[in-house]
């Protein structure tokens, strides 16, 4: 893998005494921000789904799952209770990978080409897209969480402040996924597809649902399945991180799972590797 | 110093040859039209021009700068319309610019004043504030340029601008493009029409991947460069 040098400061094209990384990064941020605000319906509809969720599905199933004590529940719960963490886990999951359709999207449309020839390296480019998507996903999620509030389902205040980080860790591994994905995609006809390939048995091969225990008396491939599953662990991250606890076996899957991910998006994106050496 | 140079450049698309051993240099300052019909090779050049990817074999240096071991100073110093429009046309044609300027170090009112002066160059000041997407096909490539021009770069790579246009915005954006290497900028400007190619322009005929001509437009084509292109690329006219 090319590994690429920031460019020299005081070039001509760098100067002002204002870091030129930095700068591209903010610019990145802004033109996703404005890019979400302009776009008012999907704000809604990434709302919308966790909504029906906990409103009609979680409201059913109440009386038919019965949820026994585990950390980092302290008593019985109800069922929209725990699943809170895992619809946010949905939404940082399909805010992610709409972020990397979006990527497609714009290589179809050329913009991504402006992007890629920015004279920085690449993997700074990617990384700023990325970071810029995870923040307005993280933003969603707060969203949700406020209307949640709204409906009952409150955390303490110091779990709204933590759940910052767990998110932001969960949101940027599902966007490194999507980054993979969206290096490896060339139309957006096969996007689709491949999203039901991974979206559907990530959501629903986790503890967002259920807890794994209640999996493991259905089956216990399934909640081996689970367990291995990184998503289950940004769920858990997420879920211990909003009653203000700690998960460090979810901490560290769901970080390594980014390194990973990251690396073979990044590589996936080299010039002369990754799969845009292999067609235009 | 030469502004552009391409050796030896050899790049597949599996197991086709999309560019063989292409090698070429254009000097600071020059209008270079590189002409060729459909699938000779001169997006995939662009590709690698611009380090979309790397070729298999071969070297670029774009304004003294080596793309392999110096990408970032070579992408500094390059401008670039791409022959798809890589505008945001729910952004404001100052806001498209200033996206580009920020991409490329440039913030604040530094990067305003560059904008608003490539905008003015361009003949496009007084559209700054207007939405991309109102504007007309023609305005929209003046845009490019426009945008293409604010870091100051030495080199200017242009993949068939003028596709969809009307005659008149063609000729205009020709025109401009003409003044600016006139002006000192070194332009290589890709399109399959004739009729875009001055007698004085440098010009390199590219088909199948491979070079064909290489030299003064006038001298390659004689009293009809048309004529010519169509015989060296072997289609029917």
């Avoid at chain 1, 319906?41 to 919308?48: E, F, N, T, Y």
């Avoid at chain 2, 004689?222 to 060296?232: E, K, P, S, V, Y």
Wanted: proline residues 4%; positive net charge.
């Amino acid at each position: 893998m090319t590994v690429e040098a920031f460019p020299v400061a005081g070039s001509e094209t760098v100067g002002f005494l204002k870091p030129h990384p930095f700068i591209a990064l903010r610019a990145i941020v802004h033109r996703e921000t404005l890019r979400f605000l302009s776009q008012r319906g999907r704000l809604i509809a990434s709302l919308v789904r966790p909504l029906v969720w906990l409103f009609v599905f979680a409201a059913g199933f109440r009386a038919a799952l019965g949820l026994s004590i585990t950390p980092p529940y302290q008593t019985y719960i109800t069922y929209e209770i725990y699943i809170v963490p895992g619809l946010v886990g949905m939404i940082l999951l399909f805010s992610g990978m709409q972020s990397s359709l979006s990527l497609v999207y714009d290589r179809e449309m050329g913009s991504m080409r402006l992007l890629l020839t920015a004279p920085l390296p690449r993997w700074w480019l990617l990384g700023c897209r990325l970071l810029a998507g995870s923040l307005i996903a993280v933003l969603q999620a707060y969203a949700f969480l406020a209307i949640a509030a709204l409906y009952g389902i409150r955390f303490p205040w110091l779990g709204y402040l933590l759940a910052a980080p767990a998110m932001a860790a969960a949101t940027m591994m599902l966007g490194a996924l999507g980054l993979l994905l969206s290096s490896f995609i060339r139309q957006l006809e096969n996007f689709a597809g491949v999203m039901n390939f991974v979206i559907f048995p990530m959501f629903f091969l986790s503890s967002a649902l259920y807890p794994l225990w209640k999996m493991a008396e259905a089956s216990p491939r399934l909640r081996d399945l689970c367990a291995l599953n990184p998503f289950t662990h940004a769920v858990e991250l997420i879920r211990f991180a909003l009653y203000a606890k700690g998960n460090a076996t979810a901490l560290a899957v769901t970080l390594a799972a980014f390194v990973v991910f990251g690396l073979v998006a990044v590589w996936g994106y080299d010039p002369a590797r990754g799969m845009t050496a292999r067609k235009a | 110093m030469s502004g552009l140079t391409v050796e030896d450049i050899s790049h597949d698309w599996g197991a086709r040859r999309a560019l063989d051993g292409l090698s070429f240099s254009v000097e600071p300052g020059r209008f270079c039209a590189l002409l060729g019909p459909n699938g000779a090779g001169k997006s995939t050049l662009f590709g690698v021009l611009t380090r979309l990817f790397a070729p298999r074999a071969g070297r670029i240096v774009i304004a003294g700068h080596d793309m392999n071991r110096e990408p970032s100073a070579a992408l500094a110093r390059m401008g670039v319309v791409f022959q798809a429009s890589t505008l945001d046309l729910d952004l404001s044609v100052k806001r498209n610019l200033l996206y580009f300027a920020a991409l490329h170090g440039l913030s604040g009112r530094e990067a305003e004043t560059r904008a608003m002066a490539a905008l003015d160059r361009l003949g496009m000041a007084e559209r700054a504030g207007e939405k991309a997407a109102k504007l007309n096909g023609g305005h929209r490539r003046r845009m490019e340029i426009a945008r293409a021009l604010v870091h100051r770069p030495k080199v200017l790579l242009l993949d068939e601008p003028t596709v969809g246009l009307d005659a008149a915005s063609r000729a205009a954006i020709t025109q401009h493009v003409h003044d600016l290497a006139a002006e000192g900028l070194t332009v290589l400007w890709s399109t399959h029409l004739v009729d875009e190619v001055r007698a004085q322009d440098r010009l390199v005929i590219l088909h199948r991947g491979r070079v064909l001509a290489d030299g003064e437009a006038g001298d390659i084509g004689g009293d009809d460069l048309n004529q010519r292109f169509l015989a060296l690329t072997g289609d029917q006219a």
